[in-house]
Nanobody, 123 residues
Framework: HVQLVESGGGSVQTGGSLRLSCAAS????????LGWFRQAPGKEREPVTA????????YVNDVVKGRFAQSQDSANNTIYLRMNSLKLEDTAMYYC????????????????WGQGTQVTVSS
C-alpha cells in the first residue's frame, strides 16, 4: 500500500504561483508513476501532470502546458507541482496519484490517491 501526502495548497490571486508537494511511501527500488489530478466543482477529475519517480518524459495536460511543471525528488520519493500564471479556472481540489504505469494512471486509473489539497484562485 502506498500512502500519498499532499501539501502546499492555498489561495492566490490570478497570475500568482503556488507549489504543491506530494510525499509517497515508496519502497526502495519502486518505479511508480506519480502524478497530479484536479477536480473543480461540478466537473470531472482530470489529469494534470505525471511522470515516473525515476524520471523520463512528463505527461502534461494541454490546458496547463507552459504554466505548470512537475518535478521529482527520487531520493525522498516526493513530487512537486509548480503552478505559475494561475487562472480562475485552475481553482480545484488537486490530488496526488500513484500507479505502476503512467499510461494507465493518465487514463484516470491509478492504484492510489492522496487526500487532496485545495487551490483557490481569485481575481
Amino acid at each position: 500500500h502506498v500512502q500519498l501526502v499532499e501539501s502546499g495548497g492555498g489561495s492566490v490571486q490570478t497570475g500568482g504561483s503556488l507549489r504543491l508537494s506530494c510525499a509517497a511511501s515508496l519502497n526502495p527500488g519502486d518505479t511508480y508513476c506519480l502524478g497530479w489530478f484536479r477536480q473543480a466543482p461540478g466537473k470531472e477529475r482530470e489529469p494534470v501532470t505525471a511522470n515516473y519517480i525515476t524520471g523520463g518524459s512528463t505527461y502534461v495536460n494541454d490546458v496547463v502546458k507552459g504554466r505548470f511543471a512537475q518535478s521529482q525528488d527520487s531520493a525522498n520519493n516526493t513530487i512537486y507541482l509548480r503552478m505559475n500564471s494561475l487562472k480562475l479556472e485552475d481553482t480545484a481540489m488537486y490530488y496526488c496519484a500513484a500507479g505502476p504505469g503512467c499510461p494507465t494512471l493518465w487514463r484516470g486509473r491509478p492504484d492510489y490517491w492522496g487526500q487532496g489539497t485545495q487551490v483557490t484562485v481569485s481575481s
